[in-house]
Structures are given as structure tokens and as C-alpha cells.
């Protein structure tokens, strides 16, 4: 369980306020928003790399230690590692950081991954460096993984073979959790248990996938009908289309529902509501 | 600890052969490698601060198992360790020539000593200010350190005196408190930046 209490961070050009969520422990959480919503903010203030100017983030009751670490894995946004290392050297420090490496699962995730320890992290490629972290991450058998916008940069086929991989992680063992960012929300449309959005600095919702998908709908119809419910809407040919939230609104009977994607939920809530 | 001290080790590696280098080079400039070391040790932090800034290295180490004052304190361990074996190195390696060229006398310690001290000084300072403030901040207080400090070595070095071979006891005095002032000050450096390092914002241009 991770805790984040009244969490704020103040930054020259950009500030978190006021967090306070709890991550239960044993579910898949996505985590959505725009470019520069916070959401690398949020996750390195998890890892404890932002320190938090007021509040804290508890993970089962305490703050981040070495015994906690030793049980995350983590896939950033790129590999934060110096560009002439190799991959074998990466490893050597994983391996020590590590108690409970599996080098028989990492050798098997390097031939799936048709990875070479010898390459040098610059003459890798984005994806490439992407597997060689999934890699890393996945070879001391996390209880928590932590990825920031792990599948920007991997090509399709093999987007859809990690989501699968994920899927096997996360069964394979009780308790696990996962979190993660992206802007591909089809990604986790497919398989998370709670949405995470983050709206500049804020969070806009931190639902149940179900009860958001029972919660907003899109509706659409006549401009003048649309416009009559008084919220944010995007219209077309005379034809608007609004996002409802179900739980404080009721839809009138000439307007057509259709069930809004999530892609469809952060659009209206961080753009058109604007 | 260990792994923190491994990370170092990870980048540190690549200086055996320039030490195993400079070794050999003692035989042609003698003392006159002394100066080039430190600046090399120097460069060697500064270059280190950016490179790691740049590929944001630091982000995946805290991310390991390892504590921010871990990671620190083998930071500073580890340049002390460099600068130390360079100087146990360099005057083995003086000895050698000495005796290759059957000097009378062996090298005077105190020169290493003084010169251990006075690049602890300068690697104090540097480390502290590159690891406190960003990466522009540090190049100008440090140019303008540099600048200064060379005005001031160069007018009060009007009255320059052959040292090299004395073994007079103010030799000794002098080494002995450069050195302790070194220590001291790499130990203010170590605290005041561990310290700071705390608190820090890892890897933000927010």
C-alpha cells in the first residue's frame, strides 16, 4: 500500500497540491494526463527522488528504505544510465542491489528480447533501451513495478507481447502491484484495475476502472440539446458531443449515450472543459 | 553501502591505466606531474557531475537500493581513495627513479604530502560546488574561485625558493598543516553537501 498524504511540491514553473491518495496493494493502476500534468512528478516523488515540500508518501506505513527498494522494480522514461556502459555492467549492479536476482529469468528475458549484454547503451535503440530496463526490472521479482511510460518507444507487436507479460507478472504471484503512466490509454483499457488522472498537478479522479466506465458517458446530439446541460461540450456540423457524469447528472431521453473511452474521459475533462 | 561504493567503482575503473600512465611518465618530469594530476583529479569530478546530469544516472541509482547519504559518502570516499592512491603511487614511483639515476637522496614526502593537501583543498571545493549548484552556477563561482586564487599565487610568488630537495623542518610544518587543513575541509565539503543532498530534488528542471 502506498500513501500519499497531503503531498505538495513547489517548483519554480510547477506545482503538485495537496495529494493525498492511497494505492491498495495487488492492482494494476494506471496513470493518465497530458504532457507535463505531473505524472513523472508523481512517480519520482513515489520513488523518493522529489522530496515532498509539505506531506509525505508512505509505503506500508513508512517512508521509502533500502529493505522497501530491494522489493520495486522500476522502467523510466529512458534509460538513466552513463552511454558508453554495457548492458553487462548495468547488470553486475543490478545483481548486487539485488537479493533476489534471477539470472536464469534475466538470460531468458535477454534472448526473448533478442538483447546483447555486450552493446553499449547508446548503440541501443529507444525501444531497445526500453527492453533492456523491462529487462532489469522484471529479474529480482518485484512485489511492486513502477513504470513510467514504459511502452512509448516499443513498437506495436511487441507492445501488445509486454501488455501480455504484464498480465502473466501480475498473476504469477498474489499481492503484486502495478503502476503505470502512458498516453497509449487503449494500453490500459485492457487491463487496469484503477485510473489515475493527473490534471496540472492535481488529480482530476483516482477510480475503479468499472466505476468510471459506469460513471461517464458521452452523449450526443443537437447542439441546442446538448448545450442545455450546461457542461463543457465539442460540436460539429450542429451535432455536439459532451462528457456526463452519470453520478450528478441525468440524461434527457433525445440525447444518445455511447460509452466514452478513456481517451474520450481525459480529452473532456482536461481540454474541452477548459 | 557496498553497492553505493560499486557504483563509483563502475566509473572510477577507467582511471587504473591513466595511474599505471602517470607512473611511467614520473621518470621523464618527475615533480612536474604533480600539478597535471591535479588537474586532472579536477576535471575528473567536474566531468563526472555533468556526464551523470546529463544521462540523469542518478535517477536509476536512487532508484536501487541505496540511500542518498550512501550514495555521498561513496562519492567522497571514493575521490579520496583516487587521490591518495595517486599519491602513494607517484612517490613509489619517484623512488624507483631516484634510485634508477642513483640520487644521493630519496624524494622528500613532505612535497607529496603538500601536494595531497592542496589538491584535497581544491577537490573540497570543487565537490561541494558542483554537487550543491547546478552545472553553470558551479563553472562561474569556480572560474571566478580559480582566477582569484591564481592573482594571488601569482604576487606572492615573487620570492620563489628551490624546495624540492629541503627536508627543513617548516617543510614538514607546512605539509603537515596543509594536509589537516585539506582533511578538515574535505570533511566540512562531505557534511555540508550530504546535507544538502537530503533535501534535494533529484533530476528536475521544473
Known amino acids: ?274 | 553501502m557496498r553497492l553505493a561504493l560499486y557504483k563509483e567503482w563502475m566509473y572510477w575503473k577507467y582511471v587504473i591505466p591513466l595511474l599505471i600512465i602517470c607512473s611511467f611518465l614520473v621518470y621523464f618530469v618527475e615533480y612536474g606531474i604533480l600539478l597535471p594530476l591535479t588537474f586532472f583529479m579536477t576535471g575528473a569530478i567536474i566531468y563526472q557531475v555533468i556526464t551523470e546530469r546529463q544521462s540523469k544516472t542518478i535517477e536509476l541509482e536512487l532508484s536501487l537500493p541505496m540511500s542518498r547519504d550512501e550514495w555521498m559518502t561513496a562519492r567522497f570516499l571514493a575521490h579520496f581513495v583516487n587521490l591518495t592512491s595517486f599519491a602513494i603511487a607517484m612517490y613509489g614511483a619517484l623512488v624507483v627513479t631516484y634510485n634508477v639515476r642513483a640520487f644521493q637522496e630519496l624524494p622528500n614526502p613532505a612535497i607529496m604530502l603538500i601536494w595531497w593537501g592542496i589538491t584535497l583543498i581544491t577537490m573540497s571545493v570543487v565537490l561541494w560546488l558542483f554537487l550543491r549548484f547546478s552545472t553553470n552556477r558551479a563553472i562561474l563561482i569556480f572560474a571566478s574561485l580559480y582566477i582569484g586564487s591564481a592573482v594571488i599565487m601569482m604576487a606572492g610568488s615573487k620570492t620563489d625558493s628551490p624546495v624540492l630537495f629541503s627536508t627543513s623542518p617548516s617543510l614538514w610544518n607546512a605539509a603537515v598543516i596543509i594536509s589537516v587543513v585539506g582533511l578538515l575541509l574535505y570533511s566540512l565539503s562531505y557534511w555540508m553537501t550530504k546535507r544538502h543532498f537530503r533535501t534535494e530534488t533529484i533530476g528536475t528542471k521544473r
Open chain 1, 1 to 274: 500500500m502506498i500513501e500519499f498524504q497531503e503531498v505538495s511540491l513547489q517548483f519554480k514553473h510547477f506545482q503538485m497540491k495537496n495529494i493525498s491518495l492511497t494505492i491498495p496493494k495487488g492492482y494494476v493502476i494506471g496513470c493518465i494526463g497530458r504532457n507535463g500534468s505531473g505524472k513523472t512528478t508523481f512517480i519520482k516523488t513515489m520513488m523518493d527522488l522529489y522530496r515532498p515540500t509539505t506531506g509525505q508518501v508512505l509505503w506500508n506505513g513508512a517512508l521509502l528504505d533500502q529493505q522497501q527498494k530491494e522489493k520495486i522494480g522500476f522502467i523510466y522514461d529512458d534509460f538513466h544510465h552513463w552511454k558508453n556502459t554495457k548492458l553487462k555492467a548495468v547488470r553486475k549492479l543490478y545483481e548486487r542491489a539485488y537479493p533476489t536476482w534471477q539470472p536464469q529469468l534475466y538470460t531468458q528475458l535477454l534472448d526473448a528480447y533478442g538483447l546483447n549484454e555486450r552493446q553499449a547503451i547508446h548503440q541501443l535503440s529507444k525501444g531497445t533501451r526500453m527492453k533492456a530496463q523491462i529487462a532489469l526490472a522484471l529479474s529480482h521479482e518485484p512485489d511492486v513495478l513502477i513504470m513510467d511510460e514504459p511502452t512509448s518507444g516499443l513498437d506495436p507487436v511487441f507492445r501488445r507481447t509486454f501488455i501480455h507479460q504484464l498480465r502473466d507478472w501480475m498473476a504469477a504471484r498474489e499481492n503484486r502491484t502495478l503502476l503505470f503512466s502512458t498516453h497509449i490509454t487503449s494500453d490500459l483499457e485492457q487491463f487496469a484495475d484503477y485510473i489515475l488522472c493527473i490534471d496540472q498537478g492535481n488529480v482530476r479522479f483516482f477510480l475503479p476502472t468499472d466505476e468510471l466506465e459506469e460513471r461517464f458517458v458521452l452523449v450526443k446530439g443537437p447542439v441546442d440539446a446538448v448545450r442545455a446541460l450546461g457542461v463543457p461540450m465539442e460540436s460539429h456540423n450542429n451535432q455536439a458531443t459532451a462528457l456526463i457524469d452519470r453520478t450528478i447528472m441525468v440524461i434527457p431521453e433525445n440525447l444518445y449515450i455511447e460509452r466514452a473511452r478513456l481517451e474520450d474521459v481525459l480529452y473532456f475533462l482536461t481540454e474541452v472543459s477548459e
